[in-house]
């Protein structure tokens, strides 16, 4: 008797382990990444406004691939979309004309995101001038603007442009404490001489980053031409 129920005891061990080794234990979903790259441009002499945005799923940006989501809109109207391909993938394009504002709103749905939206925005420069309208390539000169002054994040690239159409960039990075800036005759080496014009442009990098949504946010202002004069 002792036999048989040492017998039974050890076939219902075995039995149970059978069980357990031919079970399937399903491992948890793995959540990818989310990176979002929202940009804003806008020209301020043809009243131009142009907004892209892509999403992507991956480990990494470097190895993420494009994700498609469903009613994607920049200020409440429907985006384009376009397939660029395996390299860039696919991305959401909105062209419009009309005043800057300084903010817009993108609003999408996705299954991996859900319903959200996104505020990109940056304060622009209503008007600047050159003091005395003119820049002195020996002493330097003075940049004046109206608005506010730069952030950390920002930066204005100062693009002189001479009467046969040179360009010559100059980029002053934030954060600064006015909303003017004093050139030096270094930060000039290279400019022509003679009349010529001047335009601004703002630029505005953001990140943020929560769980696994990561958010990149470029944007761009372009200002109108100013007529001015390089004396030596």
């Known amino acids: 008797m002792r036999l048989l129920i040492t017998s039974l005891a050890t076939i219902s061990i075995l039995f149970t382990l059978g069980c357990k080794s031919d079970s399937k234990v399903e491992a948890p979903k793995e959540t990818k990444h989310i990176f979002a790259k929202y940009y804003v441009r806008y020209l301020q002499t043809e009243k131009e406004l142009k907004a892209e945005v892509s999403f992507k799923e991956g480990d990494s940006l470097a190895t993420a691939r494009s994700i498609v989501l469903t009613d994607v809109t920049f200020e409440e109207e429907p ?94 990075k934030g954060p600064s404490d006015k909303t003017e800036i004093k050139l030096s005759a270094k930060d000039l080496i290279g400019l022509t001489s003679g009349k010529g014009q001047l335009m601004l442009v703002k630029k505005q990098i953001s990140q943020s980053k929560e769980d696994n949504f990561s958010k990149i946010s470029e944007m761009e202002f372009y200002s109108n031409h100013i007529d001015i004069e390089v004396v030596d």
Request: glycine share 8%; charged share 25%.
């Open 79 to 172: 985006m384009n979309v376009q397939n660029l391909g395996k390299t860039h993938g696919i991305r959401y394009v909105s062209r419009k004309t009309g005043l800057y504002k300084d903010q817009y709103t993108f609003n999408y749905n996705g299954d991996q995101l859900g319903s959200m939206s996104h505020a990109v925005k940056m304060n622009t420069i209503t008007d600047f001038k050159l003091k005395d309208n003119k820049i002195d390539k020996k002493t330097g000169g003075t940049l004046i603007w109206q608005g506010k002054p730069l952030q950390k994040n920002q930066e204005l690239i100062l693009l002189f442009t001479d009467e046969q159409k040179k360009a010559f960039p100059l980029q002053i």
